[in-house]
């Protein structure tokens, strides 16, 4: 019996390992797909890039290629050459008994604000967690559930909300379990410090998650624990500040900056305490303190000095407010459901005495909000 097989000039007598390397390479020729019949894949991928916001989550479905493509970095790259890129505001919503929490994003590019729920978040309801958004998703990190006998279970578990898909999904534990703690991303990758650990003592480790490793990793340790605190991304650095510390007597006025390009620490005392919101615009930090609700304490981080700007009063001064970003201006929006309150509107780039405005345009969902953040897409 005679094997009969393909043969060339150079390989007269092909081996099977090489005829079945031949063959794969022929079934990928077959079975190629391009992106968009009759188009070469770049200008196809231009296309994909062009689609509303809205479609995105519909466009993934059709195909794996399609959903590879609207996950990956080149994506965004293309719309925003495209100036494409669409904002929209995510807020974390409570209901009236304040037990149960809800995402909820809107759209305010329209005359009037588009407003629906995300799907559900999976896992137990939780607080005192961490927020932190990159890469066109929004992280829910670690934080505390109830059990069924009313304690407070300290959690690891980290959550992912792909704007694009709209869709959660679980991403790898924190290697401490934590709440309330500081967390924000930094070039690229997104840092967690500080906060109460599983038996409600305050800790000072820090961890970092890097997507292309898909791991939480422990890094040098705060210079000393605290709890209750904030973080911020500026200028590639982390800025930990505001809650307390086991070495200060009330509220910490005292900023750890990280440096992720030298791997150390560093301080100064010229922060502020009791934030009860905030928000990054450029570089420049945005905080409101409990002890005066009608000032706003603006930090810059260029010059590291502090600034105080009033606040209009408009209708019931006791409204509580949650801030938001939209288009490079500073939202304030009302926290407690007032109808009647119209969102303040900042603009750090309006002449001065025209800086604030009011506007129904922004009016958030119908449901108290604990925070919001801004994803871009």
Same mark, same amino acid.
């Given at each position: ?23 794969n390479?022929?079934e990928?020729?077959?079975? @190629?797909c ?29 195909? !794996? ?8 970095? *080149? ?10 890129? *669409? ?34 978040m999976?896992g137990?309801?939780?607080f ?48 401490v ?30 961890e ?40 200060t ?8 900056i @990280? ?10 005392k010229n ?11 450029g ?7 409990? !002890? ?10 260029s ?45 750090? !780039?309006?002449?001065?005495?025209l ?7 922004f ?15």
């Amino acid at each position: 019996m005679f094997l009969h097989c393909k043969t060339n000039q150079n390989n007269p007598l092909q081996t099977p390992l090489q005829m079945k390397k031949l063959n794969n390479t022929q079934e990928e020729e077959e079975y @190629y797909c391009p992106i968009l019949p009759g188009l070469p894949d770049d200008l196809a991928k231009y296309c994909l890039a062009l689609v509303p916001r809205t479609c995105m989550s519909s466009m993934s479905n059709v195909c !794996k290629q399609w959903r590879s493509f609207i996950q990956n970095k *080149e994506f965004i790259v293309l719309r925003k050459e495209a100036r494409k890129v *669409e904002e929209w505001v995510y807020f974390l919503t409570v209901d009236e008994q304040g037990k149960r929490t809800q995402w909820e994003v809107s759209s305010f590019s329209g005359k009037e604000p588009n407003h629906r729920l995300l799907p559900p978040m999976p896992g137990p309801v939780k607080f005192g967690f961490g927020i932190a958004v990159f890469d066109g998703k929004l992280l829910v990190i670690a934080g505390y559930a109830m059990d069924e006998s009313k304690q407070e279970q300290v959690s690891s578990d980290v959550y992912q909300y792909d704007s694009r898909l709209d869709r959660w999904s679980m991403l790898a534990n924190l290697n401490v379990g934590r709440r309330e703690f500081a967390c924000a991303e930094v070039g690229g990758l997104v840092y967690v410090a500080g906060g109460y650990g599983l038996h409600g003592e305050s800790i000072s480790s820090v961890e970092v998650y890097s997507p292309e490793n898909k791991a939480w990793v422990l890094i040098q340790n705060l210079p000393r624990s605290r709890w209750s605190c904030f973080g911020c991304g500026v200028g590639e650095k982390l800025y930990v500040m505001g809650g307390r510390s086991r070495f200060t007597i009330g509220s910490s006025r005292y900023v750890d900056i @990280y440096d992720p390009k030298n791997k150390t620490w560093c301080q100064n005392k010229n922060g502020c305490v009791m934030v009860t919101a905030y928000a990054v615009l450029g570089d420049k930090l945005f905080c409101m303190e409990w !002890k005066d609700q009608r000032k706003i304490a603006v930090f810059d981080f260029s010059n590291n000095s502090w600034k105080k700007v009033s606040i209009p009063v408009m209708g019931n001064s006791c409204v509580k407010l949650c801030f938001g970003t939209f288009n490079g201006k500073l939202l304030l929006f009302s926290s407690n459901m007032e109808r009647e309150y119209e969102t303040l509107v900042y603009d750090p !780039k309006a002449p001065t005495g025209l800086e604030w405005k009011s506007s129904a345009s922004f009016k958030p969902p119908p449901r108290s909000c604990l925070r919001s953040v801004t994803i871009h897409v």
